[in-house]
């Protein structure tokens, strides 16, 4: 699908806030609601809005520490990482998993409590996976940034 300008400033309003009505959406474009409404089915379709979320914060619900795990299989084989990728994603502290380059071979954004939490996940969870040959901790101090928007 090829995003007119339009198309990218409703999908950029959408990301500051999707609670907008297709009214006030229609008023910050100059379009009618007719037309943004067509148009956000259409990018809805096309699966470049995938969906629509509630952004929560942390601190409120207790998961405000946070951690970047590095971790590296023992091997890199089909088997291990079709092993460990199936079991990241039953582990409801990972928020996101990448399989990466470099000298480690996935990296985890992991959300605990507090440490006492996370040394509780890394021993009963993360290390129960088979297949892992090492994991490396980094500890966030301070939230400079943290988006979710892709601005077009």
């Not at 507090?114 to 500890?139: N, P």
């Amino acid at each position: 699908m090829q995003l007119d300008v339009i198309d990218k400033k409703l999908i950029n309003l959408l990301q500051n806030n999707s609670k907008q009505t297709t009214k006030q959406l229609s008023i910050a474009l100059n379009l009618s609601v007719t037309a943004v409404y067509e148009r956000i089915k259409k990018l809805e379709k096309e699966g470049v809005i995938e969906k629509y979320v509630a952004i929560i914060d942390k601190n409120k619900i207790e998961k405000s520490f946070l951690v970047f795990c590095h971790v590296k299989l023992i091997q890199h084989t089909k088997e291990n990482v079709t092993t460990f990728e199936r079991e990241i994603l039953k582990l409801e502290e990972v928020s996101e998993c990448f399989h990466v380059s470099g000298e480690y071979d996935y990296i985890l954004k992991v959300y605990v409590k507090d440490m006492e939490q996370y040394r509780t996940f890394m021993v009963t969870k993360l290390t129960a996976i088979k297949y892992i040959g090492s994991t490396h901790s980094t500890f966030a101090i301070e939230k400079v940034k943290n988006t979710t928007a892709i601005f077009l």
